[in-house]
């Protein structure tokens, strides 16, 4: 991935989703994932996306905004959390 700064980026589905869903984002740690991003409206999560290994926030900020465009485009929910921690317990 090309390396930007935050201020390169524009965003375009996250502000979308965020002033048309009045959805909340939250980057951190999901147990036992450590690290990954969520894209909700109240309880309902539209976008998980766990961060790869040396993925920047940045980077992961830009994936987040493409799957909050796929999502919205098409309805659909993007997660990749949920099958992690069902495979990890399931080890």
Do not use: H, Y
Request: charged share 30%; aromatic share 2%; hydrophobic share 40%.
């Amino acid at each position: 991935m090309k390396n930007s700064t935050i201020a390169d980026v524009p965003f375009r589905n996250i502000e979308a989703f965020v002033d048309g869903t009045r959805g909340q984002i939250t980057i951190g740690e999901i147990p036992p994932i450590r690290s990954a991003v969520l894209a909700a409206v109240g309880k309902k999560v539209r976008v998980a996306l766990l961060r790869r290994e040396k993925e920047t926030v940045s980077e992961l900020l830009q994936r987040l905004d493409v799957a909050l465009g796929q999502a919205l485009s098409s309805n659909t929910v993007i997660d990749e959390v949920l099958p992690e921690i069902q495979r990890r317990r399931s080890r």
